[in-house]
């Protein structure tokens, strides 16, 4: 049996490492695919919760946060593809054109 | 009581934004007016719903869904911001060139999101609904496709919507396994039980604090507002200024106010959101006095007045928080109004250089956008004062002395920018000529309604306390 | 077995999430998301939920993973972007997360042990799913639809050719 601190403490790793790909990375894609490891790592904690409680919600939890994950994943593509066709380009650092 | 009539407002908005959406298809491009007022329609439709509703107390979904007097009074409000919103959007959408149909259909999906928000205290519905308002947000801000400055403000607010949206996960994930619950009293209940999983039950409420944080602007939280702000289509930033804001304080309501009520074990939470909202009042109006775009003046304001609603939330009266959203929901959407009405075919005037001497030049114009500037800065008699005078007040009786002093000082600082406009408006000398659209009926009907509301609620703001304190009565919701 | 297929799975699930900060080639980043989404699934298997896992590698690394990697040939950059060369906001950035991780796995010290594993025979078949989303879980299941119909309509408006004035 696996003690499930283990999980949560990867889950935790996870979502730590995706919140520094989200600040490091320089292109929109990969700063998205960063959240969409953030959106992960909280199904893993879900998951693990579920089991340590013994009960379902958990993974029911989870397909609504993956759904929401796929619905994002439309959306936000759409408008990084938007900025790419306005632009050319889709570096972070091109996105300044408002300062203040 | 359970019963299936407590789905009419969410049913009827959705119903609404479908029947746009395929009307959409068979109308010309200079009959889309028409779609809007379908949707005017349909709003006063569910407004009458929640009316019709007030005291009933019906709930469907085993409770998941509940219209408690204060969802319906939330609903309410958030219809009348979304009706005014339409109304100043009408000619905007054809004179900048944005006269998409989906335009009423985002922005209908977006209320109905946030109906979904203040009429259930189930995280999981709660987030489902964000996450239903944020994705219509996301679409609205970029919706002048030809403007780069949209298409960034979209960018913007979706990468780090969905960055806060991923913290807001990872805390509802927390709180589940500290009280294996997601329904808010539930686990405010299960917080104050103190057992081994305190800890990371407060972490969880950590992570969501910081996920709604970037949804209601708070500093350190705020980085996306002012751009976002500035680069989305104008009436979509009164929007986003005023409806997710709304929506964000009635979830930290639901959380928070149960949760403060045991002083000891809240202690660390209220120490963090007193910071919070310190800063945010700080930083928002301190930030706004170097700002030269009146878009992101009014951008740095609104995250200026988050912190004020956040001191509401200090002061763990509800009351005042309601009136002040109330007030800042008319005093916002207005000034708004006032800067759209400042426009012409493709180009707006959003410079304050723009607003010299238009004033006199536009009495009408000037003399509301004035009275709406007197409101956000908090001078009687409009509501903006009365908000902020209930808010400090209730905040001194919790004794949070220092706080309000610091709100106090951070309010005298907010004048200066808002009366910078309005020196602007009314003693510079115009140094080129403003040529506006002044053929714009839905708007002008707009501010005058924000106008009437900033002042009912200012002069005679007694109907509305009653309302408000019987939608509070119920509490806990 | 169970405890050296978990170290194995989170292993490479984290090494290609650090693939994925380190390579430049968006083509790559992208392969190693879906490594890393596949261990994922792995990982929900082990925590018996296998339905999920199934869904998270059908949905996940299929249908999401796709739709990034049809993007990522459509802007086709030639050279892709590395990491941040601002040597602060790397320091920031880790600093950041090693107190993230450090506080919050302190938080999980003595907590959390599973309550009873008898009562988890059942966990995760598909009929309990099921019916659990249509019974208790109704309402957010049908928010779904208005979430999924919102986003359709904003992909749409904004990504389609602009018709002719």
């Known amino acids: ?100 | 009581m359970n019963t299936i009539y407590a789905l009419f407002p969410v049913l009827i908005i959705v119903a609404a934004s479908l029947l746009v959406m395929i009307l959409e298809v068979f109308l010309k491009r200079e009959d889309r007016s028409y779609l809007a007022y379908i949707s005017l329609l349909f709003l006063i439709a569910a407004a009458a719903g929640c009316v019709k509703f007030w005291d009933k107390g019906y709930s469907y979904f085993d409770g998941n869904l509940s219209l408690s007097n204060l969802s319906l009074f939330f609903c309410f409000i958030l219809i009348i911001a979304t009706f005014l919103v339409i109304l100043i959007s009408m000619k905007y959408l054809t004179l900048q060139n944005a006269n998409y149909g989906e335009y009423y259909v985002l922005l209908l999906f977006a209320l109905s999101g946030m109906i979904i928000m203040v009429s259930s205290s189930d995280l999981i519905v709660i987030f489902l609904g964000l996450e239903v308002l944020s994705l219509s947000s996301y679409a609205l801000a970029g919706l002048r496709r030809e403007d780069e400055k949209s298409n960034e403000a979209a960018v913007k607010y979706f990468l780090l919507g969905s960055f806060a949206s991923a913290f807001l996960v990872f805390g509802i994930a927390f709180l589940y396994g500290a009280t294996q619950a997601t329904a808010i009293p539930s686990i405010v209940e299960g917080l104050q039980s103190g057992s081994s999983f305190g800890t990371l039950g407060l972490v969880g409420l950590g992570l969501v604090v910081i996920g709604f944080g970037f949804k209601v602007a708070v500093v350190p939280f705020h980085m996306w507002t002012p751009d976002v702000y500035q680069g989305a289509p104008t009436p979509i930033t009164a929007f986003f200024s005023v409806g997710p804001k709304a929506v964000g304080f009635a979830v930290l309501l639901r959380i928070f106010i149960p949760y403060f009520k045991d002083a000891l074990e809240s202690q660390l939470m209220f120490g963090l959101l007193w910071i919070i909202a310190a800063i945010t009042m700080i930083a928002g109006n301190l930030i706004a006095l170097r700002q030269t775009n009146v878009k992101r003046i009014l951008a740095y304001s609104s995250i200026a007045h988050a912190g004020y609603l956040m001191v509401a939330i200090l002061a763990q009266d509800t009351q005042s928080l309601v009136f002040y959203l109330t007030a800042y929901l008319f005093m916002n959407i207005g000034a708004f109004a006032a800067v759209i009405a400042l426009g012409k075919k493709d180009h707006e005037y959003l410079e304050l250089e723009d607003y010299k001497g238009i004033g006199f030049r536009y009495p009408w114009i000037g003399a509301t956008f004035a009275v709406f500037l007197i409101s956000l800065a908090g001078f009687p008699p409009t509501g903006g004062f009365l908000a902020k005078f209930y808010v400090f007040s209730a905040a001194v009786r919790q004794g949070l002395v220092s706080l309000v002093i610091i709100g106090v000082l951070a309010s005298l600082v907010s004048v200066f920018y808002y009366l910078r406009i309005i020196i602007y408006m009314y003693m510079k000398e115009p140094s080129y000529d403003v040529e506006i659209n002044i053929d714009n009926p839905s708007l002008f009907l707009a501010l005058f309604l924000c106008l009437y509301g900033v002042l009912q609620l200012g002069i005679f703001p007694g109907n509305i306390l009653v309302l408000i304190s019987q939608a509070v009565a119920a509490l806990p919701f | 077995m169970a405890h050296f297929l978990f170290f194995l799975l989170a292993i490479i699930c984290i090494a290609s999430v650090l693939g994925m900060i380190i390579s430049k080639d968006q083509a790559y980043t992208a392969l190693f998301l879906i490594v890393a989404f596949v261990c994922m699934g792995g990982l929900f298997g082990l925590l018996e939920a296998p339905f999920i896992a199934a869904v998270q590698i059908i949905i996940y690394a299929g249908a999401i993973m796709i739709l990034f990697i049809f993007v990522v040939m459509m802007i086709n950059l030639r050279k892709g972007v590395g990491p941040e060369k601002k040597k602060w906001t790397m320091y920031f950035a880790v600093v950041i997360a090693a107190v993230l991780v450090v506080e919050l796995v302190l938080t999980l010290k003595g907590t959390l042990e599973p309550i009873s594993s008898a009562a988890l025979e059942s966990l995760g078949s598909p009929t309990d799913l099921g019916r659990l989303l249509f019974t208790k879980y109704l309402y957010p299941f049908e928010i779904t639809s208005i979430l999924i119909i919102a986003a359709l309509v904003g992909a749409i408006v904004l990504v389609k050719k602009r018709d002719k004035e």
């Open chain 1, 1 to 100: 049996m696996i003690p499930l601190n283990y999980f949560l403490v990867l889950s935790i790793i996870l979502f730590a490492l995706g919140a520094i790909a989200f600040f490091v990375k320089r292109d929109l894609i990969t700063q998205f695919m960063a959240i969409e490891i953030m959106f992960n790592a909280a199904n893993l904690a879900f998951l693990a919760f579920a089991k340590s409680a013994g009960s379902l919600d958990g993974q029911i939890i989870v397909f609504f946060v993956i759904t929401v994950a796929a619905a994002e994943a439309a959306v936000g593509l759409a408008i990084i593809l938007l900025i790419f066709r306005q632009k050319k380009t889709i570096k972070s650092e091109d996105i300044k054109l408002m300062k203040g």
